[in-house]
């Protein structure tokens, strides 16, 4: 099929603004917004379920240099819990988020929520809200969970991303088991 070459682009450019606005709605969609009260998601552990429990850590960064030291990129960090169980739930007891310094900032969660298996949560802290940590500063998470199993354990992971203008930037950290 033959399109003449002002028609081809033409269909370029709609395909393209179709594209962005697409993008545009989603990424601005205030139901898109993660709620941290997750009251449906609420879970009452007893010491009588023998569950294993844990702790696991995880960096998050709110800003990072550009090439030069005057040029900063802000983060929106999207927060990763997932199930790797096939079977079983796995439990979240708390979500601590600590400044570089080790001052507690907040904790997400209100109760202990269950998560069903192969099933992952987010946490998004977009780049307007901040992490509440000093300029340049690395935030740190301390998961605590509990599962049924050794090999149920939960798996964390954050990707922080940053856009401005034609260009992106994109890194994930994973999270550490830690041994009280």
Partial sequence: ???????NRYLTLLIITISFIGCQSILSNP???????????????????????GTTYLSVYSQVYGLKRD?????????????????DRVYVKSAELYKANGSFIR?????????EPMETLELVIFRKEGLNIEEHEEGNFIFEWA???????????????????????????????VIN
């Fill in 71 to 87: 040029i900063v990129h802000e983060l929106t960090s999207i927060i990763t819990i997932r199930n790797t169980s096939r079977k």
């Fill in 1 to 7: 099929m033959f399109i003449p070459v002002n028609m």
């Fill in 31 to 53: 139901e898109s917004e993660q709620i941290t009260d997750w009251g449906e998601r609420s879970a009452s552990l007893k010491s009588s379920d023998s569950l294993i429990e």
């Fill in 107 to 115: 904790d997400y969660l209100r109760h202990p929520i269950f998560i």
């Fill in 147 to 177: 599962a049924r199993k050794a090999d149920s354990k939960p798996h964390f992971e954050a990707v922080m991303i940053s856009t401005r203008g034609k260009h992106g930037l994109a890194f994930t950290t994973t999270g550490v088991e």
